[in-house]
């Protein structure tokens, strides 16, 4: 590719200069001719930056850059060659309505045209555009080795750049623009002008152009007058000193009408020097600017190094810098203000191949967090970034749903609520940020906007957490289903995939949320950017072409996850991400267990022996093989031994996506759909597939009181018990999402699930039904976005639980959804007690660990009250007149003592 720049950029400013005050519409028309003179909007003259400006807005940032003072396309970018696809199951049965099939790998990784929006200019009446640009090099005059001679990206006319108008939404682009009217160069040789909708009612127009030689300049307008309920579109494009007029079009006004841009396509190389509008008033909008995208403490990574606690925050800006700080105080408006607060921590901010523009910064707290709310500001490159000044301007509408007690201005810090009995938990799954928004109308609460302004928003209804400081959650827990990677595209650059990213957590509400309060991430599939990523088979994909991914767009992924959720500076793309960990409170009296049911599983291929000759017999390597593992040896191991010791009264464990198999597969309507057939795709995603995975933790976690698994995923709010082992199940969600699973026939408070295992169902809140009882939502009632509810308080003689499943606009005052909760207590955990303990009183508020004396194994852990008493009535599992070893340990002293079980 030629990329010789052969005109200077402000020579070229000069030249053009004149010409566009000497017009204010294209040569020969007459139209627009009441509006102001073309106002200099943009002239990109800054340093060169990945970062295209505050002002303008895109799903797809990387296919931009700011290079030698000008808008400069970007051709190349880390994991640029992906498609959206799930694997493996998307080929075989019940992902399909065709039925089986084979994996199609051979696909054409071309990319779709990328707009980039002005934020400032939502047209509204008559106006015009204009853009200065320079042509800098043709598409690759001979294809590389292996890519197809048929791809679109090699084809004549494919390449496509100009101006885009007509955008409803600043995130109109990529594979989701229905709107927008694109004008611009063909590299066929033409000028054209078209919708992207090929069912829009505008006319496309093209005629032939000069093509344009490297080095060449040109300058592009289109005019849009609106007269008498009709919209007049005149375009003309200069190359050098030849002009191109496109015959005039006429279209509906609203066609027309919103925000306006460039956009680009294709492999040909050039800048834009000069962004220029005239239009009627009211077009201009005001709009905020949010510097640090969000800063959130990274929960579980808190912990006591040498007397202080430390925690990592995950921070990520929008532009480049050299260093962010954390300054943190116990007081929410410091004294002397917060440029006299001392510096907690500091590191740079790193932007990379795989990182854009982010730090992690290991911060040391004040105080001990388990005494006091603790408060803090960002700070990037010496100023104070906290604040959010999108609230209050046009970038933060009636999709933000927050209102309580968050300043209007946006001036808020963030909060590290303190981590005291009793501790409560939201559980937030499924966030998509694209669907409509559900407002009240004439007619109630209603979904609008589902393909106009509201397609994206910041949350999916209006009223959004409302009430959610009423809860005084201290922990937010984000489960599965996170940012949805690929879910609006498949993003082919780090930046596009940050993009995704900070769309969903660093909206408005999301980034209040993460930053007034603790937090958790446990990433789902579609969070690497593939629906179904699990087992080996997600290895195999980060390792080998040809599988139907680029391999190099996964690895990605799994960098940018990885980073996000545990803070690690340098991840290993082909490394399985080893990220189950545990997050004990500092009082030590509930720990909260992160752990992951996909990465970890065992191949979930049944007809191994049908593949290898076999022919006559199917799926002997049925989902029911005792063989099969969920988490993998290590982790299991890992889960083992802290179920066992782990000292906590209370435990609540997530990432294990469904054990009990009450949720359905993918029913296509065809006549021989089966609930729960092992080859569909959408069962295969539970936990609960793997039936003797499932069976070992459902039996580990009953081995013992007070643990609960809660997880995401499913689009379903639900609580429930397994009888045996009197384990709760709960999860929830969505909060942005729909598409709740099927629930299996026999579906009720009392029933079996597919494998049958005796539960008891608390509460069901589902798309369809409002209960267990499968009765139907009543008309009127908002649409059931939901998240989890969580109380444990450690600090009662017999610890309490309580699950409540919310819709996202209730207060706490209103009844729980899913027509019932939970309130129980630990000792009505965990299967039932083989053996009783006498009265054992040791070290005041120790830890305490119990070991079979006769074979040395640990059996639990537990803790002393301050009076050293263990409350601990017997033990599960153990026969009576077993010794056993009681050992206190209180950080500086132990004491050990041997009792006799009865």
């Known amino acids: 590719m030629n990329t010789d720049n052969s005109t200077d950029r402000r020579q070229f400013l000069k030249q053009t200069a004149a010409l566009s005050a000497a017009t204010v519409v294209p040569v020969g028309t007459a139209l627009a001719q009441d509006l102001p003179a073309l106002q200099a909007v943009d002239s990109f003259d800054r340093a060169d930056s990945l970062f295209h400006g505050a002002a303008w807005e895109s799903q797809n940032p990387g296919y931009w850059q700011i290079k030698d003072g000008a808008l400069r396309r970007r051709l190349a970018n880390y994991g640029d060659r992906a498609r959206r696809t799930g694997f493996p199951f998307h080929s075989s049965k019940g992902s399909n309505p065709n039925g089986p099939g084979k994996m199609k790998v051979d696909y054409d990784p071309s990319l779709p045209a990328g707009i980039l929006w002005h934020r400032e200019w939502k047209m509204e009446g008559s106006f015009v555009v204009e853009i200065d640009g320079i042509y800098h090099g043709d598409r690759p005059a001979e294809i590389p080795e292996g890519d197809g001679e048929d791809w679109k990206m090699y084809q004549d006319g494919y390449g496509f750049f100009g101006i885009a108008i007509g955008g409803k939404g600043l995130f109109e682009g990529f594979q989701k623009a229905s709107h927008p009217v694109l004008c611009g160069y063909r590299d066929s040789g033409e000028f054209s002008l078209e919708p992207t909708n090929k069912k829009s009612p505008v006319k496309p127009q093209k005629m032939a152009a000069p093509r344009m030689q490297v080095g060449d300049t040109f300058t592009q307008r289109v005019a849009v007058t609106v007269k008498g309920g009709e919209a007049t579109i005149v375009a003309s494009l200069v190359i050098g000193d030849q002009t191109v007029e496109l015959p005039t079009i006429t279209a509906n006004p609203w066609r027309v009408r919103g925000y306006v841009g460039v956009f680009a396509r294709g492999l040909n190389d050039f800048s834009v020097s000069a962004f220029r509008v005239s239009a009627e008033g009211g077009s201009q909008i005001e709009i905020g600017h949010s510097e640090c995208l969000s800063c959130w403490s990274i929960g579980d990574s808190l912990e006591q190094v040498d007397g202080r606690w430390q925690v990592k925050f995950m921070s990520l800006f929008a532009s480049d810098g050299e260093q962010a700080e954390i300054r943190i105080s116990a007081s929410e408006n410091s004294e002397g203000g917060w440029q006299q607060v001392p510096v907690a921590g500091t590191a740079p901010i790193v932007n990379h191949e795989w990182r854009r523009n982010t730090a992690v910064i290991t911060a040391t707290l004040p105080e001990n967090p388990a005494d006091t709310d603790l408060f803090y500001t960002v700070w990037k490159d010496g100023a104070d970034v906290t604040a959010d000044l999108r609230i209050g301007t046009a970038a933060c509408g009636p999709g933000t749903g927050f209102v309580g007690d968050v300043p209007t201005d946006g001036h808020y810090v963030g909060r590290l609520p303190q981590l005291k009995a009793p501790y409560k938990l939201a559980g937030l799954s499924c966030h998509a940020v694209t669907g409509g928004l559900q407002q009240p109308t004439e007619k109630g609460l209603e979904i609008v906007g589902l393909y106009d302004d509201w397609y994206f928003r910041d949350q999916p209804t209006v009223g959004a957490y409302k009430h959610l400081e009423d809860y005084n959650f201290q922990v937010m827990v984000w489960e599965d289903d996170v940012w949805y990677m690929e879910l609006v595209l498949y993003p082919p650059s780090t930046d596009d995939a940050y993009k995704v990213v900070a769309n969903s957590i660093c909206g408005p509400t999301s980034r209040w949320q993460m930053m007034r309060h603790w937090n958790v991430i446990n990433p789902g599939d579609h969070d690497y950017g593939m629906d179904d990523v699990k087992g080996p088979e997600q290895i195999a994909i980060r390792k080998f072409k040809g599988l139907g991914q680029d391999p190099e767009y996964m690895k990605r992924n799994f960098q940018i996850v990885h980073h996000l959720v545990t803070g690690a500076e340098e991840v290993d793309p082909l490394e399985n991400p080893k990220k189950w960990r545990a997050w004990k409170m500092p009082n030590r009296d509930f720990t909260f267990v992160i752990c992951d049911s996909r990465l970890w599983r065992s191949s979930q291929d049944t007809d191994m022996w049908d593949d290898a000759g076999w022919d006559a017999f199917k799926n002997l390597y049925d989902r029911t093989d005792p063989t099969r593992s969920l988490l993998g040896e290590e982790q299991f191991a890992w889960l083992q031994e802290l179920i066992a010791t782990d000292s906590s009264p209370l435990i609540c464990l997530t990432g294990v996506n469904g054990m009990h198999t009450v949720w359905t597969g993918r029913n296509w309507g065809g006549d021989e759909f089966k609930e729960f ?192 008493k263990v409350s601990v009535a017997g033990l599960i599992d153990i026969q009576p007149g077993a010794q056993v070893i009681v050992t206190a340990f209180d950080g500086e002293k132990s004491r050990s003592t041997v009792v006799v079980t009865s």
């Not at 600090?795 to 309490?800: I, K, N, Y």
């Open 677 to 868: 057939d092992q080859r569909d795709r959408v069962t295969a995603d539970y936990a609960g597939w793997v039936k003797a995975g499932a069976d070992r933790v459902l039996e580990l976690l009953g081995s013992r009181d007070g643990v609960v698994s809660v997880y995401g995923d499913v689009h379903n709010g639900c609580i429930m018990t397994n009888k045996e082992h009197r384990v709760v199940e709960a999860c929830f969600g969505p909060i942005g999402r729909s598409g709740g699973r099927g629930v299996i026939s026999g579906f009720g408070r009392e029933m079996q699930d597919f494998d049958g295992r005796d539960l008891s169902v608390h509460s069901l809140y589902h798309k369809t039904y409002a209960d267990p009882d499968l009765n139907e939502h009543e008309a009127g009632e908002p649409f059931y976005w939901n998240y989890l509810e969580m109380e444990f308080d450690p600090s009662q003689a017999d610890p309490a639980i309580g699950m409540r499943v919310r819709n996202m606009i209730d207060a706490p005052s209103e009844a729980p959804r899913g027509g019932g909760s939970l309130e129980t207590v630990a000792s009505r955990t965990g299967r039932e007690l083989t053996s009783r303990l006498p009265e054992i009183t040791t070290l005041a508020d120790a830890d305490v660990r119990f070991v079979e004396a006769a074979t040395g194994q640990t059996i639990r852990g537990s803790r002393s009250d301050s009076r050293g």
